[in-house]
């Protein structure tokens, strides 16, 4: 089937000349999940990919998990840039339960932070498990699994009884059934969903009543956004600049954002880069009233040449209140 095609979200000038665009969707929704303005077809089922990761982590509560503190929780639904202060934290996760890094099921990476990935590369030290930016959400996937009596052997498996619940909260969250269940890059299911059902799902965890597992992790996201995602990201700059917002990106051209009170914004760029994502949701942050000026660093991304600035990326029009 071919890729159906969409508006154009971002715009990338140099010198003025319009040198290229990303097209995508892009969905806002209220507090209580309607549709306030839609861009492209927000129905069309998307992969959220790591964006759905504050919704996965209610389910991990519901199956028992108890976080020592908000950082853990933080981290179960982040991507982490592996920092040292990330894999001590998720290393901690593991030894509570009773387990160790070799039973994570995600692949061993190099940490994504540059200085630190700089510092291994110099001292020879090859790629861990911990340093996988979801290595955070698998060890609180099994540690809901010694929580609740399940095996942590086969956690991936979709069929597994924490799968089967992600899934089943993933889509009760949504208000729409998940439409595809793959593999992600980490090795967990990946779920899909509607634009419209990302932003509702997120919207649902600013909202929730304080003590529900929902308002806990949204709590704990927007209390300690450095182990949502890591030093100079800007998931953790804007939960830093906006009071109450919570942030979360994912791979291939995904982000999604919620503020109480006014609802949250889910975007898909089509060509699944991310120049233009945090552009794009700036815009949509500010069809939900939020003023320009407090998002104005993360509202263009500058183009360079030579030694200075010569364009930026900078949403389109049709982004435009």
Known sequence: MPWPETPVLVEVRRSGFLE???RGSLAVVGPDGSVLHAVGD????????SANKPVQATALLAAGWRPRSGEELAIGAGSHSGEDGHRELVAGMLAAAGLSPDDLGCPPAL??????R???LAAGRTPERLAMNCSGKHAAMLS????AGWPTRGYLDPAHPLQQAVEARLGEAAGAPVAAVVVDGCGAPQH???LTGLARGVASLVE???GTPARAVADAVRAHPWYVAGTGRDDTELMGAVAGLLVKGGADGVHVAALPGRGAVALKLDDGGDRGRTPALCAGLQLLGVPAGALAPWSTTPVSGGDGVVGEV???AVLAG
């Open 118 to 120: 700089a510092a291994w």
């Open 144 to 147: 809901a699994c010694v929580a």
């Open 42 to 49: 927000v129905e069309r089922p998307v992969l959220p990919r």
């Open 314 to 316: 900078r949403p389109a």
């Open 20 to 22: 290229s665009v990303h």
């Open 111 to 116: 940490p994504s932070d540059e200085p630190t």
């Open 192 to 194: 899909g969903l509607p």
């Open 208 to 210: 929730a009543a304080a």
